[in-house]
């Protein structure tokens, strides 16, 4: 799982799945981050990826858009925060996890 996700950071492709190739942001005028297809986050479809970080940070559901993980250096979710977490409010964790 952990060297799926190391290709994927790597590639932009998940290792066998079609639904997480990555997208040209030519494909979508003003997009100025890459995107993805949709995936699913909750329950028993949910993404593996998903899956493992909700089991890291123990979230049991993802609730919205706009959540957000911080992730160590060695690719283990550490910390979640809600959609109404600004970047500021991680501003501690992430001197942190960068001391680490």
């Given at each position: 799982m952990v060297k799926d996700i190391e290709v994927f950071m790597r590639t932009g492709k998940y290792p066998g799945k079609e639904n997480w190739s990555k997208k040209s942001k030519?494909?979508?005028?003003?997009?100025t981050f890459d995107l993805f297809d949709k995936v699913r986050v909750n329950g028993p479809q949910a993404h593996p990826i998903f899956r493992l970080i909700k089991e890291q940070t123990r979230v049991s559901a993802v609730k919205g858009n706009f959540n957000k993980w911080l992730v160590?250096?060695?690719?283990?979710?550490?910390?979640?925060?809600?959609?109404?977490?600004?970047?500021?409010?991680?501003?501690?964790?992430?001197k942190q996890l960068l001391a680490e």
């Open positions: 030519y494909e979508h005028p003003g997009a160590d250096k060695h690719g283990i979710a550490r910390y979640y925060y809600g959609k109404k977490a600004s970047p500021m409010s991680m501003e501690d964790q992430i």
